[in-house]
């Protein structure tokens, strides 16, 4: 099936936000990669002074494979009441990011709830935000293999797989009722110890 955007994505995938409905208080717009950093900049002094947030999506089937949004919520500087005020603008500006060459640049200078939102992208994603004063990861430990919100990732994580899984440890090969007779751990200790784990 062909993209839906305009200009069309690369690849057959069409792109998701193309087919949700209108939000009738928001804007979303998609930008290329090059240019995000001076769109930013340039919405940052069109009044959209508030990051509300920045995350990342993964579609492994389509060219660019990853998406980066931003949420923007445009206020006034001046003092108004709620009525004057109204509808605060919100505004989802997405960018496509190559997998070969997952990097964009930061925008945590432009505004400092970034930085950790960056943080977290790279940590889970694998995003690299040129730039930015400390990217490293946020949530998982420092010697975590991978990226594990990529949909490509192994769901034991890539060292227990690695591992041999016990065929008996099966829900479906021990019938419901039966009590514990500690048979499994002996079991999958001396498997252990013939695959030469400890």
């Known amino acids: 099936m062909p993209s839906t955007q305009t200009p069309p994505l690369a690849g057959a995938a069409v792109d998701p936000p193309s087919l949700r409905p209108p939000i009738e208080d928001a804007t979303i717009e998609r930008i290329d990669a090059s240019q995000v950093r001076t769109r930013l900049e ?40 709620v009525e004057q005020l109204g509808t605060p603008q919100r505004m989802r500006l997405l960018c496509g990011v190559d997998a070969a060459h997952p990097h964009l640049p930061t925008v945590s200078d432009v505004w400092k709830a970034a930085d950790w939102a960056e943080r977290e992208v790279y940590d889970l994603f694998g995003i690299v ?5 400390d990217l490293r990861r946020i949530q998982m430990p420092h010697t975590w293999e991978g990226y594990p919100l990529r949909k490509d990732y192994p769901l034991r994580g890539p060292a227990r797989e690695r591992s041999p899984r016990p065929a008996f440890a099966l829900k479906s090969n021990v019938q419901a009722g039966t009590p514990p007779s500690g048979e499994t751990l002996a079991a999958l200790q001396e498997q252990q110890k013939e695959s030469g784990g400890e």
């Open 42 to 81: 340039a919405l940052r002094a069109q009044g959209w002074t508030m990051l509300l947030d920045l995350g990342a999506v993964d579609y492994p089937q389509r060219t660019p494979r990853f998406d980066v949004v931003y949420h923007l919520l445009k206020l006034t500087a001046q003092p108004r009441s």
């Open 129 to 133: 935000f040129d730039g930015h004063p």
